[in-house]
């Protein structure tokens, strides 16, 4: 009798982990992002104005250099490290961030982030629309991923310009930014393999 006892609480015990498991997974993982139907007229040359400053991040800590950058552009005060110490939804062991560390950083500082599922027309006409940086993520699968700062494009030049904060000089010279890419590389990043949170792009509003 006992011993028919003690696996069936094994087995609860079993159940309820995997149901903490799966419930605080998608609690890290939520808000998705929204599915952006974006119908603005793109402009053919756009830039952010940028009245902030690049600085050079540590392993793992783009999404809050991005996030300081944004703030920065916002008229707030923030640093990259600083951020990064108190950037909540880190994954244990890499110190990555999860796009909702991002988005709950944003909130706490008194903007209103929104992460949008998009192209790259949609992308586009969000940067021009809110006239701010909107932070990118791009990569490989599980291999590596990346936040970036999309500042600006040119259509005619193929363009698009970026605050990389894993890049030791500034590439740009008087192009916005410290990055540059083409429309096609971009894209070949942005499709990053991540099952939900590829073509995602968060936007900020004060």
Request: proline share 6%; glycine share 8%.
């Given at each position: 009798m006992r011993s028919i006892i003690s696996r069936v609480r094994?087995?609860?015990?079993?159940?309820?982990?995997?149901?903490?498991?799966?419930?605080?997974?998608v609690y890290s993982l939520s808000p998705l992002p929204n599915r952006d139907?974006?119908?603005?007229?793109?402009?053919?040359?756009?830039?952010?104005?940028?009245?902030?400053g690049f600085e050079l991040q540590g392993k793992n800590q783009c999404a809050a250099y991005s996030t300081a950058f944004v703030l920065r552009n916002?008229?707030?005060?923030?640093?990259g490290i600083e951020v990064y110490a108190e950037i909540p939804f880190k994954i244990?062991?890499?110190?990555?961030?999860?796009?909702?560390?991002?988005?709950?950083?944003?909130?706490?500082?008194?903007?209103?982030?929104?992460?949008?599922?998009?192209?790259?027309?949609?992308?586009?006409?969000?940067?021009?629309?809110?006239?701010?940086?909107v932070i990118v993520l791009v990569g490989n699968k599980f291999f590596w991923q990346h936040y970036m700062t999309l500042v600006g494009f040119d259509e005619d030049k193929n363009e698009l310009y970026f605050f990389d904060s894993d890049k030791v000089?500034?590439?740009?010279?008087?192009?916005?930014?410290?990055?540059?890419?083409?429309?096609?590389?971009?894209l070949k990043w942005w499709s990053n393999g991540l099952p939900v949170f590829n073509h995602v792009y968060i936007t900020v509003a004060k």
């Open positions: 094994v087995k609860w015990s079993l159940l309820i982990m995997l149901i903490c498991l799966v419930v605080g997974t139907a974006i119908s603005l007229a793109v402009q053919k040359n756009f830039e952010v104005p940028i009245n902030t916002s008229g707030k005060q923030a640093k244990p062991i890499s110190g990555y961030v999860l796009p909702k560390g991002v988005l709950s950083y944003l909130q706490s500082q008194g903007l209103k982030p929104m992460m949008y599922k998009g192209d790259l027309s949609s992308l586009k006409a969000r940067l021009v629309e809110g006239q701010a940086p000089d500034d590439e740009n010279a008087e192009l916005p930014g410290n990055r540059t890419m083409t429309n096609d590389y971009f």
